[in-house]
C-alpha cells in the first residue's frame, strides 16, 4: 500500500519582489518510490557553474528528496525531455554540493540544480540510486 505526499512549487511577484516556494518530495518509507527529474526544469538549467548560485538555486525554489532508502529499493530517473539516461549517464553527468547539513545534486559544470536532501545516503552520486524504468 502506497502513499505519495508532494507540495507544488509556486513563484507570486509581489509588492517586495518575486516569493519561491519549494516542491518537497516525500514517499512512504518501506515502500520502493521513484524520483523523477528532468534535466530541462533544474533550477539554473543553462546557467554557468557558481558555487554561491547552486546554493542559492537549492534554497530559492529547487526540489527537495525527504524519505529516499536504497533500503526499499528507491530510485531516482534523470529525464532528458521524453528520454530517461542510463544510470550510468544519470551519475557521470551530476555532481553533489554541500553546505549548512544539505547535499544539493546540479548538473555538473552548471549551477543547474535538480534536487537536495539532509539524507546522507543522497551525499554523493551514486550510479545504484538510479533507474532507467
Same mark, same amino acid.
Given at each position: 500500500n502506497s502513499s505519495t505526499s508532494t507540495s507544488l512549487a509556486v513563484a507570486a511577484n509581489t509588492t517586495?519582489?518575486?516569493s519561491f =516556494? #519549494?516542491? =518537497? $518530495?516525500?514517499f512512504t518509507s518501506n515502500?520502493?518510490? /521513484?524520483?523523477?527529474?528532468n534535466l530541462n526544469e533544474a533550477n539554473g538549467f543553462g546557467s554557468n557553474f557558481?558555487? &554561491? /548560485?547552486?546554493?542559492s538555486n537549492a534554497?530559492?525554489?529547487?526540489?527537495?528528496?525527504?524519505?529516499?532508502?536504497? %533500503?526499499?529499493?528507491?530510485?531516482i530517473k534523470i529525464m532528458d525531455g #521524453?528520454? &530517461? $539516461?542510463?544510470? &550510468?549517464d &544519470? %551519475?557521470?553527468? $551530476?555532481?553533489v554540493a554541500a553546505g549548512m547539513g544539505?547535499? +544539493? +545534486?546540479?548538473? /555538473?559544470? +552548471?549551477?543547474?540544480?535538480?534536487? =537536495?536532501s539532509t539524507q546522507f545516503e543522497l551525499s554523493t552520486v551514486l550510479e545504484s540510486n538510479f533507474t532507467d524504468v
Amino acid at each position: 500500500n502506497s502513499s505519495t505526499s508532494t507540495s507544488l512549487a509556486v513563484a507570486a511577484n509581489t509588492t517586495s519582489g518575486w516569493s519561491f =516556494s #519549494t516542491i =518537497s $518530495l516525500s514517499f512512504t518509507s518501506n515502500v520502493q518510490d /521513484t524520483f523523477v527529474f528532468n534535466l530541462n526544469e533544474a533550477n539554473g538549467f543553462g546557467s554557468n557553474f557558481n558555487p &554561491a /548560485t547552486i546554493q542559492s538555486n537549492a534554497q530559492f525554489g529547487g526540489d527537495m528528496i525527504m524519505d529516499f532508502d536504497p %533500503a526499499d529499493g528507491d530510485k531516482i530517473k534523470i529525464m532528458d525531455g #521524453t528520454d &530517461a $539516461l542510463s544510470p &550510468a549517464d &544519470a %551519475a557521470s553527468m $551530476l555532481s553533489v554540493a554541500a553546505g549548512m547539513g544539505m547535499y +544539493t +545534486t546540479y548538473i /555538473t559544470g +552548471t549551477s543547474g540544480v535538480l534536487f =537536495s536532501s539532509t539524507q546522507f545516503e543522497l551525499s554523493t552520486v551514486l550510479e545504484s540510486n538510479f533507474t532507467d524504468v
